[in-house]
């Protein structure tokens, strides 16, 4: 795959995940916890779907380095808020 | 329908809405007085919270002043049919106003060195004493944990929003001037719904992920060119340009997932 399918194929995972965050939200909000969680799972399992898909790639669309430590403050940032939420089963 | 001081009083918040909405369809000169009435029963709220931002330096009565901007704003755009509570709608707007005012005068939200130094700590040992406790800490043993007292965890809390605030703000602003991620609406999420910390955690995971977006749009379409310097070459504005982008990366999306996957529906693109 070419450096700009590369390209493309990130962006269509970004907004797979930022997807999946947003219906999070939607859904915490509305007071329907277990599938927002759900959907915060799915971003979850996105991000790191992209961290191992990256990993020791030469063809990334941004220094790899760069990327990656992105990818991971997303996932400890998502992964940190549904522990915040499952800690706090009436949260919502 | 003439009503008295005394009569306006006695309603509720929400009647008082109800009638201001019905008088304003009619023409009914009564809309003045009903307006009064709400801005006289909020004035506490706008003054409360432009105490929030006193951390900024700016004089009071100024944060006053551009409160009252949001709280003009709340009564005159508030929708009744929307179930929230009119204060929380004030206070999202009377807080938004204050923040843009601040930003306005600064560029960016004025936080004390010391503020902003304690601030980061405070997030430090927020994940340290998550991680020993395996629940959220209370302020008062990040207090205990930093050797400060209670209030100063708080003031630097206040002040680390305020910072994420504007920087999510200004960068959403900057990139997506018609956002369908209502970022402010997260932050500013009614009291209870989510907790502070989660809204904080998921909007600085979407600010990394936007900009992750940003930067490999530029290096795909711009090829290290500005949007404006790709809308000279091309006969566009900077912002159809950027309708543009947002049009074809709707049509991708769409094409892979189909409809029903993403809840973002395409932008208009000014052509």
């Known amino acids: 795959m070419g450096r700009d399918e590369e390209a493309m194929e990130l962006l269509i995972s970004i907004a797979g995940i930022m997807d999946a965050v947003r219906e999070a939200v939607s859904l915490l909000e509305a007071g329907q916890r277990d599938q927002g969680l759900d959907r915060l799972s799915r971003a979850i399992n996105g991000v790191q779907a992209q961290i191992r898909t990256w990993e020791g790639s030469r063809d990334a669309p941004l220094p790899p380095r760069e990327l990656l430590e992105e990818l991971h403050s997303v996932l400890e940032e998502l992964t940190a808020a549904r522990a915040v939420l499952e800690a706090e089963p009436t949260a919502t | ?271």
């Open chain 2, 1 to 271: 329908m003439g009503i008295s001081k005394a009569e306006l009083e006695q309603l509720s918040t929400e009647e008082l809405l109800e009638r201001l909405r019905r008088a304003e369809a009619e023409g009914d000169e009564a809309a003045g007085a009903i307006r009064e009435e709400l801005v006289r029963r909020h004035i506490g709220l706008v003054r409360s919270i432009a105490a929030e931002f006193s951390f900024t330096g700016e004089p009071f009565e100024d944060l006053v002043q551009a409160g009252y901007l949001g709280l003009l704003g709340a009564v005159a755009n508030f929708d009744l049919a929307r179930g929230t509570k009119f204060s929380t709608y004030a206070t999202h707007l009377i807080k938004g106003e204050i923040r843009h005012y601040v930003r306005d005068k600064h560029g960016t939200v004025h936080v004390p060195l010391a503020v902003r130094a304690l601030a980061g700590k405070v997030t430090e040992a927020q994940d340290r004493l998550f991680q020993r406790l395996g629940r959220p800490p209370t302020l008062e043993e990040i207090a205990r944990e930093l050797g400060v007292k209670p209030e100063a965890v708080r003031e630097a809390l206040k002040a680390r929003e305020a910072m994420i605030y504007v920087s999510l703000d200004a960068e959403r602003r900057a990139h997506d001037p018609n956002p369908d991620f209502n970022l402010e609406g997260l932050l500013a999420a009614e009291e209870g719904d989510l907790p502070l910390e989660v809204r904080l955690r998921i909007a600085r995971a979407v600010e990394r992920l936007s900009e992750l977006q940003r930067r490999v749009i530029e290096g795909l379409f711009y090829q290290g060119k500005s949007q404006a310097e790709v809308g000279k070459e091309v006969g566009l504005s900077q912002r159809q340009v950027s309708r543009l982008k947002e049009r074809i990366l709707a049509e991708i999306r769409k094409e892979l997932f189909g409809n029903g996957m993403s809840s973002k529906g395409e932008p208009d693109v000014e052509e």
